[in-house]
């Protein structure tokens, strides 16, 4: 019998783990001595916040990188072919979800090892639920272009969506660049359209408000560096 | 100062409350004693199955349904506003996400009221890292059309986005009708289009496949009752 690749989410920034991770989660992750990791620091690091008992010398962390290729996952996966259960861990939030692994999770799929998703936090469905905005319909687009007239076509292609499909419109900013993509989304949208800005989400700095385009021109808060993600809707 | 309105999930089915609530959510909840609620009879049997301390009997449930007007949500957020703590539980799931609740959301912003999302279960996002599917960009369509010839348009149509947009396309059908619906997917797709079928998940009888059309041609499971999502990709 095979093993179980489970994947593992991990906290947003420095949140209490208890608050985002499930106990029973907690002790599968302690199960576990193998895993695929971003970075060796971060994977130690959340092991140990989550009381990890094993020998963090002994652990077996596989690299998933941009160098990473199939031959090496095909080396990830052989232990879990031979019937260990292993993790894909993540560096904050879900494994797959704005976040790489799913070639992972692709080729263990090809191999017949079981997938097991464990809950943990996102920010992209945890800023959904508390925009206020359509949850029966919506779309998370990744990063939007850098270059400024790329970037304010694809903010009205997004609006557009929003009006034409009532669905609403998710994405995400490298933080040194959030106050900019603000500015241009407040020069580009419907004064009507609204816009939730969710910021540093499940930490003790979490800040979540929506506003229409008008109301945010009034104000506009610092997200400088902020982890944030950004929703519009009608 | 104004109390918070928590979005609080629920456990999806018969599923261990300890591997899809984290600890610290289940004290939060422990120290509300009003909630908007679908179902009383469910909320009630939530609340119980994570060991709720107060009485059953003292706490104030405000139902939610298609009768619930404004000048009721309005009522509901009373507290809040004059600084009580309240919890808007789900039925099942993450509340706002293929699941109501939007609209006290909306209007607690409104208000000024902070709103504060739980992490908890939500097929969607588990069956998206469990995929191997495209998880930077993906969007969740809800219920397909129930006519014939209109569902099978819009398949056409998400499979169309699937090669145009290289986006992940997530939808859902009332369980008596999953059968009817990977037929008509199975008609309709290309033979490489990818499909993940997850069902039951975070329940014992979690199942998630991914497979071309043709594999699962060649297989069918029996899906018919089986709380399920359909994820289709390249």
Chains 1, 2 share one sequence.
Request: net charge neutral.
């Amino acid at each position: 019998m095979k093993g179980k690749l489970y994947l593992i989410p991990a906290t947003l920034g420095e949140s209490d783990v208890h608050m985002v991770i499930p106990s029973n989660v907690i002790e599968i992750v302690k199960t576990l001595d193998e895993f695929i990791v971003e970075q060796e620091k971060t994977a130690r690091h959340f092991l140990k916040s989550i009381g990890y008992e094993s020998s963090l010398d002994s652990i077996i962390l596989h690299p998933l990188n941009k160098h990473t290729s199939h031959e090496d996952i095909l080396i990830y996966l052989d232990n879990a072919i031979k019937g260990k259960n292993i993790g894909l861990l993540s560096e904050a939030g879900c494994p797959c979800i704005a976040d790489p692994g799913n070639i992972i999770v692709q080729m263990a799929h090809q191999k017949q090892i079981q997938v097991v998703p464990l809950v943990g936090p996102s920010s992209i469905y945890l800023s959904l639920m508390a925009s206020g905005f359509n949850g029966q319909n919506f779309a998370f687009n990744g990063y939007l272009p850098i270059e400024k007239n790329e970037r304010v076509k694809k903010i009205k292609e997004l609006e557009n969506i929003v009006y034409s499909k009532s669905q609403t419109q998710i994405f995400i900013e490298t933080p040194y660049r959030n106050n900019q993509l603000v500015q241009d989304i407040l020069k580009t949208c419907n004064k009507e359209t609204k816009l939730c800005i969710a910021s540093s989400i499940s930490t003790t700095d979490e800040s979540i408000a929506t506003k229409s385009i008008a109301q945010w021109q009034y104000k506009l808060p610092d997200l400088n560096k902020k982890n944030s993600i950004f929703l519009l809707y009608k």
